[in-house]
């Protein structure tokens, strides 16, 4: 069953963030569980071998983050976010990939992942990439995330496709909903968005599950884009 991103935010107080790891080598994919359950103290609900496992056992474990390596058997890495997160945006996938070729990163990105993270990482950087994945701040390998941030205007410097109808009247944000929003389109994670504010984290995620509900989008990919179309990241 879909589960928004603010139910998965609310049900983590209370228990373990439910991880799934996703790699076609046996022995790495049951050390990275291993670590993230015995090291992290991260509830490993699933893992799989290849892409269309992947897709059947996240659908019946229901993971709140997919640690997710792009070469697969059967179903590419990217193919594979893409489904998943198309049934359920409050899904995040951080990929963790031995290629740093800018190609991947986007081509992950625009599938739908939250973050990158390189093989050569740590356990402890694992560790953490996994728990800020799971409230939605966008974890990259050091150099990436200027290029993610670079794709987005990239992206948004692009013309609209024409839809042949009026566009209806932008949804009414409110002064921190736009300030919050503003913060996410510069780059900064949620805990960055916190200390300029001097609000809680949780309140930043607040605002932006708001803020994506009013304007009717679906993660923080369709966010940055939107902020940046309406040149919010130079504000």
Known sequence: MDRTTADRAAAGQDRAIRVMVVDDHPMWRDAVARDL?????LDVVATAGDGEQAVRRAAAA???VLVLDLNL????????CKELVGADPGLRV???????????????VKSG??????KSASTEELIDA???????????????AGLVLGEY??????????????????????DRETE?????????????????????????QNHVQNTLGKLQLHNRVELVRYAIERGLDDA
């Open 180 to 204: 919050v929003l503003r913060l996410v389109a510069k780059g900064l994670s949620y805990k960055q968005i916190a200390e300029r504010l001097v609000i809680s984290h949780r309140t930043v």
């Open 37 to 41: 359950a015995e090291a992290g103290g």
């Open 62 to 64: 229901a993971p709140d």
């Open 94 to 108: 951080l990929v963790l990939s031995a290629s740093g070729e800018h190609a991947d990163v986007l081509e992950a």
């Open 113 to 118: 992942a939250t973050g990158y993270l390189l």
């Open 130 to 144: 996994v728990r800020r994945t799971a409230v939605g701040d966008p974890v990259f390998t050091p150099g990436l």
């Open 153 to 174: 205007r990239r992206l948004a410097a692009e013309p609209a496709p024409a839809s042949g109808t009026d566009e209806p009247k932008a949804p009414q944000l409110t």
């Open 73 to 80: 058997p059967l179903k590419p890495g990217v193919q594979v």
